[in-house]
């Protein structure tokens, strides 16, 4: 009696409806929740400067959320209305606004000095394991491409052939809504020309308003948004000197041109 119950309450269209769409929301809502994007992520808690593409400067310690960025100022500020401001929040659809972000050697504390400088020692010219260990994520990036691939496939299927085709139709949004939180979960766009050249020095264009500046460094990481490269000669606009950096710059303002060594 029970069971056939339980056939009958699944097998009608408006409960699988209500089920897939609490599924759905609950699945991809802990997606983008835990989600960072990982150069980004390599700066987190480490004084960063953010430049804007129309050259304002913001300072401070970086936090990074999935729905943004804060830089805690060193201490507060009074703006020209003469409120107090100790931070100042980035939302994500805002990145299109960042230059650079840059993390100066010379601020960072003695343990955030040596945590770069062993980083920098693993990333440039990697060892075997840490080779190894980069084609396997890319492995099962390209498995999970072709997983998904499937599921287009027999989700496609599903609709033409099955009597639920209707139902899997109606909810096309939560399904589409599902796929782009896990396909973006990873944080990295498969980049071929980029993988074979991360931990060697490389030379990177960046667009900086009318002009194109170079800029040599060490390629550490990429993702679909951002290119991550330390040990930078760095000198923003208007700046009378350089100083030595680690950057995160949009991809839609830099690229890779060059291997540097």
Same mark, same amino acid.
């Given at each position: 009696?029970?069971?056939s ?22 699945? +991809?809502?802990?997606?983008?929740r ?5 150069c ?17 400067? %913001? ?10 960025l ?14 107090d401001?100790t ?13 650079a ?9 003695? +343990?955030?000095? @040596? ?8 990333t ?21 491409d @072709?997983?998904?691939?499937? %599921? ?11 009597? +639920?085709?209707?139902?899997?139709? @109606? ?6 809504r599902m ?17 074979k ?10 667009? +900086?308003g ?5 800029? @040599?460094?060490?390629?550490k ?10 040990d ?14 680690d950057?995160?710059?949009?991809r ?8 540097g060594?």
């Amino acid at each position: 009696m029970e069971e056939s119950f339980l056939i009958k309450l699944f097998s009608n269209p408006f409960v699988i409806t209500v089920v897939f769409i609490a599924v759905s929301t609950v699945v +991809a809502a802990f997606i983008r929740r835990i989600k960072r994007d990982k150069c980004l992520k390599d700066f987190a808690r480490d004084m960063v400067t953010l430049e804007e593409v129309d050259g304002d400067l %913001v300072r401070g310690k970086l936090a990074v959320e999935n729905t943004g960025l804060e830089f805690i100022y060193p201490a507060k500020q009074t703006n020209e209305h003469g409120s107090d401001e100790t931070s100042h929040i980035l939302y994500k659809h805002e990145y299109g606004n960042i230059q650079a972000l840059i993390r100066y050697h010379d601020e960072l504390s003695d +343990a955030g000095k @040596s945590q770069r400088e062993k980083e920098l020692k693993r990333t440039y010219h990697p060892n075997f394991l840490r080779r190894f260990g980069r084609k396997l994520q890319n492995v099962f990036k390209t498995v999970r491409d @072709s997983v998904m691939e499937v %599921v287009n496939l027999l989700m496609s299927q599903a609709k033409k052939a099955t009597p +639920a085709g209707g139902v899997l139709t @109606s909810q096309d949004k939560y399904v589409s809504r599902m796929k782009q939180d896990l396909m973006g979960s990873a944080g990295t766009s498969y980049e071929p020309l980029l993988e074979k050249y991360i931990g060697h020095k490389v030379v990177l264009e960046m667009i +900086a308003g009318d002009k194109i500046c170079k800029y @040599s460094g060490v390629l550490k990481e990429y993702t679909a948004e951002f290119i991550e490269i330390m040990d930078v000669d760095y000198k923003p606009k208007d700046a009378l000197t350089s100083r030595k950096s680690d950057l995160v710059i949009p991809r839609k303002h830099a690229l890779v041109r060059h291997l540097g060594e």
